[in-house]
T-cell receptor
């Protein structure tokens, strides 16, 4: 079956512009995570969805970042007024997440490389 | 506070050598999970192993083995008889399993392993 897919694979934008990054999770996975990976660093958690709702957005760096998952499947990460410091690889992961007392493996997508000029 | 430290930034070995990647973690939770992920040059994170905090048994999978020691808060990863295809960045990660934690992963900074022929 298909894994997690992310589009676009690369996005180059200018400072101050708005961008949207898309994530298609594995079919049937209810949990969806966004991470950001800067050069030479490990991924950093941004936000987590359980179904349609954002269950934990504590990792979003500021209010320029927003994410939605309106139908509980595809998610879009939105960044307003982009800054050069937003340049990174944005990773999406999904998992089955059967319940709060269990834990399921997160499957990662290939990422979107965002470059802000 | 949650934290994962991978003190080795880069390791270079010659093929067939054994190599150990270190991981030290911090958490206040008594129930947590530890992970190792591999990130080859293609960029996609590949899940290798998950351990829960109640299972300190060491695990071996082919050339890979993991040593989990709660007393020293360490979860080290050893590759036996390394191969060129093992060249990648390896990440150790922690997830706290408390209610409503959501399973977000806290990653270390990564260790870049280079295996030379």
């Amino acid at each position: 079956g298909a894994g997690v897919s992310q589009t676009p694979s690369n996005k180059v934008t200018e400072k101050g512009k708005y961008v949207e990054l898309r994530c298609d999770p594995i079919s049937g996975h209810t949990a969806l995570y966004w991470y950001r990976q800067s050069l030479g660093q490990g991924p950093e958690f941004l936000i987590y969805f359980q179904g349609t709702g954002a269950a934990d957005d504590s990792g979003l760096p500021n209010d320029r970042f927003f994410a939605v998952r309106p139908e509980g499947s595809v998610s879009t990460l939105k960044i307003q007024r982009t800054e050069r410091g937003d340049s990174a690889v944005y990773l999406c992961a999904s998992s089955l997440r059967e319940g709060v007392s269990s834990y399921n493996e997160q499957f990662f997508g290939p990422g979107t490389r965002l470059t802000v000029l | 506070a949650q934290k994962v430290t991978q003190a080795q930034t880069e390791i270079s070995v010659v093929e067939k050598e054994d190599v150990t990647l270190d991981c030290v973690y911090e958490t206040r939770d008594t129930t947590y999970y530890l992970f190792w992920y591999k990130q080859p040059p293609s960029g996609e994170l590949v899940f290798l192993i998950r351990r829960n905090s109640f299972d300190e048994q060491n695990e071996i999978s082919g050339r890979y083995s993991w040593n989990f020691q709660k007393s020293t808060s360490s979860f080290n990863f050893t590759i036996t008889a390394s191969q060129v295809v093992d060249s990648a960045v390896y990440f150790c990660a922690l997830s706290e399993a408390g209610y409503n934690q959501g399973g977000k992963l806290i990653f270390g900074q990564g260790t870049e392993l280079s295996v030379k022929p």
